[in-house]
């Protein structure tokens, strides 16, 4: 017999990108944490990484990153979410 799978419809909203760029340049990776968890994790440990070693200068290199992939993960995640792809 064939049965009748209900349509299931997943309401979400997208992230705003320039919100995450404005949370990236005031909190670095713990603003990144909006736009993508993973990408603010690895971030936090490579800032303090590498202030460390460098006694904060290499922070002028990876907080520009940091503000560069939440914007991009914030458009990346929005296009996942309009083209229908899952994005867990």
């Given at each position: 017999?064939?049965?009748?799978?209900?349509?299931?419809?997943?309401?979400?909203?997208?992230k705003?990108?320039?919100?995450?760029?404005?949370?990236?340049?005031?909190?670095?990776?713990?603003?990144?944490?909006?736009?993508?968890?993973?990408?603010?994790?690895?971030?936090?440990?490579?800032?303090?990484?590498?202030?460390?070693?460098?006694?904060?200068?290499?922070?002028?290199?990876?907080?520009?990153?940091?503000?560069?992939?939440?914007?991009?993960?914030?458009?990346?995640?929005?296009?996942?979410?309009?083209?229908?792809?899952?994005?867990?």
């Amino acid at each position: 017999m064939n049965e009748i799978k209900p349509n299931t419809v997943v309401v979400t909203t997208t992230k705003n990108v320039g919100l995450a760029i404005v949370l990236a340049v005031f909190f670095g990776p713990l603003g990144m944490l909006y736009s993508t968890v993973v990408g603010g994790v690895i971030m936090i440990f490579v800032n303090l990484i590498v202030g460390i070693l460098t006694l904060g200068l290499g922070l002028l290199i990876t907080w520009p990153i940091c503000i560069i992939w939440a914007g991009i993960a914030a458009n990346s995640y929005n296009k996942k979410l309009t083209s229908g792809q899952r994005s867990y």
